[in-house]
T-cell receptor
Framework: GQQVMQIPQYQHVQEGEDFTTYCNSSTTLSNIQWYKQRPGGHPVFLIQ?????EVKKQKRLTFQFGEAKKNSSLHITATQTTDVGTYFC??????????FGPGTRLSVLP | DAGVIQSPRHEVTEMGQEVTLRCKPISGHDYLFWYRQTMMRGLELLIY????????DSGMPEDRFSAKMPNASFSTLKIQPSEPRDSAVYFC???????????????FGPGTRLTVL
């Protein structure tokens, strides 16, 4: 079945440092979505990537979809304490499966 | 729109009792999803509906779990009998549609934190 891997599992950074989380799939994907869940909250949609090699930016967040559509990354520049939370990728296998990765928990030390 | 509404927000019950979780999706959304989140297993899809019809329930753990969607604005997830290992946060999510064989943005409710003693 579809395997979703996300690394790292945890990341602790000093405020102002950059952060990157990676998502890898065992299958080619139709699209990938990223969600953020604050502590005690619920997952909130951030972005969807559809095209091979696609790069999208949201302020300090940069999302990338791999050329082979089997991996993706989320990069945060100059982290802030408001970035704290768990970042999930969610992989869509052409409507056959929609699977969330295990998430990367980000801690930002002020 | 108020977003996805779930009730109750917290539920504490004893082993063997029946538990019913409720969800009201965003009006106009065709898809409704039930997820379970635990530290050990992460976010797991239990079941999803399209236009009130269950499409995929392969994630439902066992026969103790059942879900219904009697109309477009209401769904329930029932556990009978409940067990301590069912303790988790249960999320309901809805989405507008599936287009071009892809899943649309999912909007999550606040979740129900279930504790089974």
């Amino acid at each position: 079945g579809q395997q979703v891997m996300q690394i790292p599992q945890y990341q602790h950074v000093q405020e102002g440092e950059d952060f990157t989380t990676y998502c890898n799939s065992s299958t080619t994907l139709s699209n990938i979505q990223w969600y953020k869940q604050r502590p005690g909250g619920h997952p909130v949609f951030l972005i969807q990537l559809v095209k091979s090699g696609e790069v999208k930016k949201q302020k300090r967040l940069t999302f990338q979809f791999g050329e082979a559509k089997k991996n993706s990354s989320l990069h945060i520049t100059a982290t802030q304490t408001t970035d704290v939370g768990t970042y999930f990728c969610a992989e869509d296998n052409y409507g056959q499966n929609f699977v969330f990765g295990p998430g990367t928990r980000l801690s930002v030390l002020p | 729109d108020a977003g996805v509404i779930q009730s109750p927000r917290h539920e504490v019950t004893e082993m063997g009792q029946e538990v019913t979780l409720r969800c009201k999706p965003i009006s106009g959304h065709d898809y409704l999803f039930w997820y379970r989140q635990t530290m050990m297993r992460g976010l797991e899809l239990l079941i999803y509906f399209n236009n009130n019809v269950p499409i995929d329930d392969s994630g439902m753990p066992e026969d103790r779990f059942s879900a219904k969607m009697p109309n477009a604005s209401f769904s329930t997830l029932k556990i009978q009998p409940s067990e301590p290992r069912d303790s988790a946060v249960y999320f309901c999510a809805s989405s507008l549609s599936r287009m071009m064989q892809s899943t649309d943005t999912q909007y999550f409710g606040p979740g129900t934190r279930l504790t089974v003693l």
